[in-house]
């Protein structure tokens, strides 16, 4: 059958059918708007984390590093990935530094204020990991969802195109196969046009889940690392309140 024939169907069958035809449509193009954009951003984005990466595991001051995300940001440009994770933290650790000038020291009280400190900026980091992993995986929802219903209103309109098919041949008193094929035809379409709007977003779900938990695997990483170094700086290093990170 040729699209000319798929489209004499659709202007052919009923209001009901047709508005199933329409939904059906408008979501593969949704779906597809999804599955292309999500692919530029998590490359992009993918991208980015590697070279901050690479620019955080080569900088001896992440105070320099810092600096740089800022001058982006006054640019207009809001970090994002391991760099907005970076950005928020090392934040967090300027004010408490501002806050508590006397952090080197190692006497008791100090002792205690470095451990809050610590549970302070695990949390910000991990807050930060949520943020983004949630920010990432805007619309994978919609993907999932309409990977679930899509077959479900495609075999609606099968359903209802088949009652109308059955009810006409009633009415009509021929079972005639000239008859009935395109009423038939008309109501597997529409099952077709349902499968064929949900196998992409099946795809595309599962593909782009995976593809979001390996970078929330590197954001963990990274936020151990930077957790240690800044462990590092506080209970291991004694006098150097101008020690790097």
């Not at 489209?7 to 597809?32: A, E, H, N, Q, R």
């Not at 009509?172 to 196969?177: E, I, K, N, V, Y």
Request: net charge negative.
């Amino acid at each position: 059958m040729g699209s000319t024939s798929y489209i004499d169907v659709l202007l052919s069958s009923g209001p009901i059918v047709s508005s199933i035809f329409l939904i059906l449509v408008f979501m593969s193009i949704y779906t597809w708007t999804i599955v292309v954009a999500k692919a530029i951003q998590l490359r992009k984005e993918d991208r980015h984390d590697t070279e901050f990466l690479s620019k955080f595991n080569e900088s001896k001051d992440l105070a320099d590093l810092f600096e740089t995300i800022k001058i982006i940001e006054e640019m207009g440009k809001e970090p994002r990935g391991l760099a907005a994770v970076f950005h928020e933290s090392y934040q967090e650790i300027e004010g408490i530094e501002n806050h508590f000038p006397n952090l080197y020291d190692t006497d008791q009280d100090t002792k205690l204020i470095k451990s809050h400190i610590d549970e302070n900026i695990g949390r910000t980091l991990e807050r930060m990991k949520n943020q983004e992993r949630n920010r990432r995986g805007t619309f994978i929802g919609v993907l999932a969802t309409t990977s679930n219903v899509a077959p479900f209103i495609g075999l609606l309109g099968t359903v209802i195109g088949i009652i109308n098919a059955f009810h006409e041949i009633g009415r009509m008193g021929s079972a005639d196969l000239a008859f009935v094929a395109p009423a038939i035809s008309e109501a597997l379409i529409a099952t077709a046009l349902g499968l064929f709007v949900a196998i992409p977003a099946s795809v595309g779900f599962n593909y782009y889940k995976n593809w979001i938990q390996k970078l929330s695997e590197e954001h963990d990483r990274f936020c151990l690392i930077f957790q240690n170094k800044i462990q590092e700086r506080y209970f291991f290093r004694k006098g150097q309140p101008n020690a790097d990170v």
